[in-house]
């Protein structure tokens, strides 16, 4: 089946006006038809703007609920839509970048603009240890681990560019 078919197929059987089918395509970014998880990386940012000034306690608790919640929003909508990572499923970006964004210095264009940047890197090149969760770990977990991996990997170059920039 080709990329085309596939991405025909999983349209047949979205609805938005289902909230769960919505939110896991990121609001609609994911539907992009170029780069979808660059579009819901996109998305992902003026959200965050809403919930940054948090804690940092409480900003990691709603982490954890949203990637709960991911699980269970990219699992469903993968049932649904009869696909396996969706590249139209945006939630796991939407956590990925949520977490890289935690760690930088200072909200600028230029710290926000280097989080994406990295993140987008990670996410799309998947280096070892990123690739294997994303061959092997089935399900919405799976959707969404691989994606918190590459969090990792960009938030921990966010952290070392700080002592460069």
């Known amino acids: 089946m080709t990329k085309k078919q596939r991405n025909k197929d999983f349209r047949k059987y979205l609805k938005l006006t289902n909230p769960i089918h919505f939110l896991a395509v990121g609001l609609g970014s994911g539907l992009s038809p170029i780069m979808p998880g ?22 990691w608790v709603f982490i954890l609920v949203t990637f709960i919640f991911g699980c269970f929003v990219c699992q469903k909508t993968s049932d649904d839509t009869h696909t396996h990572d969706s590249g139209h499923i945006v939630w796991d970006e939407f956590v990925g970048m949520w977490i890289t964004l935690f760690f930088i210095p200072q909200i600028s264009i230029l710290w926000v603009t ?3 940047v990295a993140f987008r890197i990670f996410d799309m090149a998947k280096p070892w240890p990123i690739r294997w969760f994303d061959k092997h770990v089935p399900g919405g977990f799976g959707i969404m681990v691989d994606d918190v991996i590459a969090a990792i990997f960009s938030s921990l170059s966010v952290y070392l560019l700080t002592f460069i920039i």
């Open 114 to 116: 280097i989080a994406f």
């Open 38 to 59: 660059t579009m819901g990386s996109l998305m992902a940012i003026p959200l965050w703007l809403l919930f940054y000034g948090l804690t940092p306690t409480l900003y």
